[in-house]
C-alpha cells in the first residue's frame, strides 16, 4: 500500500474522499496493516493506538481506524482538502518517528502505562 519515498515519509496511492466527520479515518484492517507493516519498532511491537499521520495537499493530519470505511479509502473532513471530489490520489504517510513528532507537537499524548 505505502513505499519508502523520503527521509521521513511514505508514499501510497489511496481513494480520497470528502467525508461529513471529525477524523481522518481508513478502513480498521488497512489501518492496522499499515501500522504494522510501517510503525513496529525493532522487537516487532507496534502502537495501536497511535494514529497514523498523513499528509495531503499541504495539511497534516491524524488518521484512525473505522469498520465503515471500505478499503482502500481515506475518508477525511472536508475542511483538511482542497479538492472536493473523490478520487484516487497520491497520500503520505509520516514514518513511525516523523509521525511521533508531529503528534506531540500537536498535543497528543500516548496512554498512561504505554
Known amino acids: ?6 527521509d521521513g515519509y511514505y508514499l501510497g496511492e489511496l481513494y480520497v ?5 471529525d477524523r481522518a479515518v481508513i ?4 489501518h492496522k496493516a499499515v501500522n504494522k507493516q510501517l510503525y513496529a519498532d525493532n522487537e516487532g511491537v507496534e502502537r495501536l493506538d497511535a494514529p497514523l499521520v498523513m499528509k495531503l495537499d499541504t495539511a497534516h493530519f491524524p488518521v484512525g481506524g473505522d469498520e465503515g ?7 477525511v473532513p472536508s475542511e483538511l482538502l482542497e479538492e472536493q471530489t473523490a ?3 497520491e497520500v503520505f504517510l509520516a514514518d513511525r518517528e516523523r509521525a ?3 503528534l506531540r507537537y500537536a498535543g497528543w499524548e500516548p496512554a498512561a502505562g504505554t
Open 1 to 6: 500500500m505505502f513505499e519508502s519515498f523520503s
Open 17 to 21: 474522499e470528502p467525508h461529513d466527520c
Open 27 to 30: 478502513q480498521r484492517a488497512d
Open 69 to 75: 470505511v471500505p478499503s482502500g479509502t481515506l475518508a
Open 87 to 89: 478520487s484516487a490520489r
Open 100 to 102: 511521533m513528532e508531529l
